[in-house]
C-alpha cells in the first residue's frame, strides 16, 4: 500500500491536472457601480460538443487517514468544483500513465476555492473532511462517453 501526505493547493502546483478557482490578487475590473471586484475567466469550460450544464452535489465526508481506491476522469469535458460551505476539501488527482491513472496526488483545498480539472484527468471522488458538503459542479452532458473509472492499489492519504 503506497501512502501519500497532502499538499497545500497552488496554482503552480496543480496546473497539470487544471485551474484553482480563487480570487486573484487584484480584479480584473470594478463593476456593479465599483462595488464588485470582477475575477473574470478563472478557468475554461470544455465541452466536447455538450452543453455546459450546473448542478450541486451533496457529498458525505472522510476522515483521515483516507484509503483511496477509485479514480475516475471525463474524457470529453472539464469539472469544476466549488464548495458551497465553510470548510476545506481534498482534491486527489493523478496524472494519465498510458490510459491508466499514475501515482496520485492529494492536495488540501481552502474554504471558499475550487477546482477546475481539465478534460481526462484522473480524479478521485469528492472528498470533504469530517463533514457532509454541497458543491457547485459545472461540466459536461451531451452525447458520448465521458465517464471512466479505475481501480487502482490503495493509496492511504495522510496530513
Known amino acids: 500500500m503506497t501512502t501519500i501526505r497532502i499538499e497545500p493547493i497552488s496554482h503552480q502546483a496543480f496546473a497539470p491536472f487544471g485551474q484553482v478557482l480563487a480570487p486573484r490578487p487584484a480584479p480584473d475590473r470594478m463593476i456593479n457601480e465599483g462595488r464588485c471586484e ?4 478563472l478557468a475554461t469550460v470544455q465541452r466536447g460538443g455538450g452543453e455546459a450544464i450546473i448542478s450541486i452535489f451533496r457529498s458525505q ?7 483511496c481506491a477509485l479514480l ?5 469535458g472539464s469539472q469544476a ?8 476539501w481534498l482534491s486527489v488527482v493523478a496524472p494519465d500513465a498510458d490510459g491508466r491513472p499514475g501515482t496520485p496526488r492529494a492536495f ?8 477546475n480539472l ?13 463533514r457532509a458538503a454541497d458543491f457547485l459542479v ?10 471512466e473509472e479505475a481501480r487502482i492499489p490503495v493509496v492511504t492519504i495522510t496530513a
Open 108 to 115: 488540501l483545498v481552502p474554504a471558499g476555492v475550487g477546482v
Open 61 to 67: 465526508p472522510v476522515s483521515l487517514p483516507y484509503e
Open 118 to 130: 481539465a478534460a481526462g484527468v484522473w480524479h478521485g471522488v469528492l472528498t470533504p473532511l469530517d
Open 81 to 88: 468544483f466549488m464548495p458551497l460551505g465553510p470548510d476545506p
Open 138 to 147: 459545472i461540466d459536461r452532458d451531451g452525447d458520448g462517453v465521458n465517464l
Open 72 to 76: 475516475e476522469r471525463h474524457p470529453l
Open 38 to 41: 470582477r475575477h473574470h475567466a
